[in-house]
């Protein structure tokens, strides 16, 4: 019998539209320890890390992502904070999925609040609060390719989205801000804006997010090499034993 795979999901994609797409086990957005814990409750064959969360816990370690991949188990990350780690990690074999995690691959010191998002707690569905600033420069970004605006009303659009919190970080907070900030003679671009993102609004996170478990659909896990050793840090003991978390007999992998 084939071991399943695990998924850590929140915002990025509702678990219904997911589950169509993938037979997987389903864990809120991964949290410091969340992937050792799979790894001893389920032993999967793979795990997709698509969210994380990261304002009120500490945010999933690469050193158990490392850990995972030197006991075998292909990790793949994509959308989110799966993008960013893969991006991270990929010279230590976590496969990476999408345009986002191509972007932070080209993109050196770009910002992880390029994907950050507020959300619901878990407990009520990890609903997204607010708007990833990623989506929305992509979106404006087609509104100029399509000449609903012209590149300074994007640029300075993008600029006034960037200088949000992610938590505030709206179309409606943005396109607010833009009317009370621009000048007069903009006004009617900002109005041609959001009639647009209206209907043509880009989520290229749900995108990524959906072809990776249609990528793991298609593709069914085998056990891989990790192109390294691992090795035990202090830092890291710390951390799992700030998570209440231990590690698993490495005999029970014979």
Same mark, same amino acid.
């Given at each position: 019998?084939?071991?399943?795979?695990?998924?850590?999901?929140?915002?990025?994609?509702?678990?219904?539209?997911?589950?169509?797409?993938?037979?997987? *086990?389903?864990?809120?957005?991964?949290?410091?320890?969340?992937?050792?814990?799979?790894?001893?409750?389920?032993? #999967?064959?793979?795990?997709?890390?698509?969210?994380?969360?990261?304002?009120?816990?500490?945010?999933?370690?690469?050193?158990?992502?490392?850990?995972?991949?030197?006991?075998?188990? &292909?990790?793949?990350?994509?959308?989110?904070?799966?993008?960013?780690?893969?991006?991270?990690?990929?010279?230590?074999?976590?496969?990476?999925?999408?345009?986002?995690?191509?972007?932070?691959?080209?993109?050196?010191?770009?910002?992880?609040?390029?994907?950050?998002?507020?959300?619901? #707690?878990?407990?009520?569905?990890?609903?997204?609060?607010?708007?990833?600033?990623?989506? *929305?420069?992509?979106?404006?970004?087609?509104?100029?390719?399509?000449?609903? *605006? &012209?590149?300074?009303?994007?640029?300075?659009?993008?600029?006034?989205?960037?200088?949000?919190?992610?938590?505030?970080?709206?179309?409606?907070?943005?396109?607010?801000?833009?009317?009370?900030?621009?000048?007069?003679?903009?006004?009617?671009?900002?109005?041609?804006?959001?009639?647009?993102?209206?209907?043509?609004?880009?989520?290229?996170?749900?995108?990524?997010?959906?072809?990776?478990?249609?990528?793991?659909?298609?593709?069914?896990?085998?056990?891989?090499?990790?192109?390294?050793?691992?090795?035990?840090?202090?830092?890291?003991?710390?951390?799992?034993?700030?998570?209440? *978390?231990?590690?698993?007999?490495?005999?029970?992998?014979?």
């Amino acid at each position: 019998m084939p071991k399943p795979i695990v998924v850590f999901l929140g915002p990025t994609l509702g678990h219904e539209e997911a589950t169509m797409l993938l037979d997987a *086990i389903y864990l809120p957005p991964a949290e410091q320890g969340s992937v050792v814990a799979a790894v001893t409750a389920y032993d #999967p064959g793979a795990i997709a890390l698509i969210d994380g969360a990261f304002a009120k816990v500490p945010a999933v370690r690469h050193k158990e992502i490392l850990w995972a991949l030197a006991r075998g188990i &292909p990790v793949h990350g994509a959308a989110s904070i799966g993008a960013l780690r893969a991006a991270e990690l990929a010279p230590f074999g976590m496969r990476g999925h999408g345009f986002i995690h191509r972007w932070y691959r080209a993109t050196p010191f770009a910002d992880d609040d390029e994907v950050a998002v507020a959300t619901m #707690p878990a407990e009520l569905g990890a609903r997204a609060l607010s708007e990833a600033l990623i989506n *929305i420069r992509l979106t404006l970004k087609r509104a100029e390719r399509r000449a609903v *605006i &012209p590149r300074d009303v994007r640029v300075a659009l993008e600029d006034l989205a960037r200088s949000l919190h992610f938590v505030d970080r709206t179309y409606e907070r943005l396109f607010a801000r833009a009317r009370a900030r621009f000048t007069a003679e903009w006004q009617d671009w900002i109005e041609a804006t959001e009639r647009f993102v209206a209907e043509h609004a880009i989520d290229q996170k749900k995108a990524d997010a959906k072809a990776l478990l249609q990528f793991l659909a298609a593709n069914p896990p085998s056990k891989q090499t990790a192109p390294f050793a691992f090795r035990m840090t202090e830092a890291w003991a710390i951390d799992l034993d700030d998570a209440a *978390i231990a590690l698993p007999d490495p005999s029970d992998d014979a």
